[in-house]
């Protein structure tokens, strides 16, 4: 494979998404002819791949094309993630009614002296609700939200205030640690939430 940047990747027939071998950008193909020593071989044609940077070079030999396609992919986008943090904590900010019924949104990012808890928001009896939010909820980040939660009992404004643990996907000794400390754990499905999973159309 040869991309418009001039990085050349070298694949397996199947069963592999990672290249075997290839040439990081910024770099330069030249093809050139075989000598005779490697036609008698099969030999038909010769990549060579320099790095620019580098002395480094990678050397294809073609014996046979069996096929030679070119694609027109466009201006790079780059890269752009979904489902990031922001997003989850976006979404539940808009849907606090996940968190429970009666459930209402005081703010998001609710600063405290270490730093933002994602959402604060009160149930319904009023009481203070301090909800972080991971993409994967591991025991760091049940750490995490134990010491906002100590932080914000101590204020007389807030306190008694309970936590949540959101995640897309929280593991087994996060949710032990986190129901240990009286966190609850709530696990979010992102598609669900953006109005993507149609529940109708599902076999299970």
């Known amino acids: 494979m040869i991309k418009a940047?001039?990085?050349?990747?070298?694949h397996s027939d199947g069963g592999s998404y990672k290249p075997l071998n290839w040439m990081s950008p910024p770099?330069?193909?030249?093809?050139?002819?075989?000598?005779?020593?490697?036609?008698?071989?099969?030999?038909?044609?010769?990549?060579?791949?320099s790095q620019a940077k580098t002395?480094?070079?990678?050397?294809?030999?073609?014996?046979?094309?069996?096929?030679d396609t070119s694609f027109e992919l466009g201006v790079?986008?780059?890269?752009?993630?979904?489902?990031?943090?922001?997003?989850?904590?976006?979404?539940?900010a808009e849907q606090i009614e996940l968190l429970g019924d009666?459930?209402?949104?005081?703010?998001?990012?609710?600063?405290?002296?270490?730093?933002p808890v994602d959402i604060l928001a009160r149930d319904a009896e009023g009481r203070a609700v301090a909800v972080e939010i991971k993409r994967r909820g591991d025991i760091d980040g049940v750490e995490q939200l134990t010491r906002y939660?100590?932080?914000?009992?101590?204020?007389?404004?807030l306190t008694p205030v309970t936590g949540v643990f959101a995640a897309q996907e929280i593991?087994?000794?996060?949710?032990?640690?986190a129901q240990d400390r009286g966190i609850r754990c709530l696990v979010l499905d992102y598609d669900?939430?953006?109005?993507?999973?149609?529940?109708?159309h599902r076999l299970f």
């Open 5 to 10: 940047d001039g990085s050349v990747l070298v």
């Open 149 to 157: 939660l100590e932080l914000m009992n101590r204020d007389p404004h």
């Open 102 to 115: 009666g459930h209402t949104l005081v703010r998001r990012e609710y600063m405290t002296a270490i730093g």
């Open 171 to 177: 593991k087994p000794q996060a949710r032990t640690l």
């Open 76 to 92: 790079d986008p780059g890269l752009v993630k979904d489902g990031v943090e922001a997003d989850l904590q976006k979404l539940l």
């Open 55 to 67: 002395n480094d070079m990678l050397v294809v030999s073609l014996h046979e094309v069996l096929s």
């Open 27 to 49: 770099c330069t193909l030249t093809v050139t002819e075989p000598e005779d020593v490697q036609r008698e071989v099969g030999v038909t044609e010769l990549w060579t791949v």
């Open 192 to 200: 669900a939430m953006r109005g993507m999973d149609d529940g109708h």
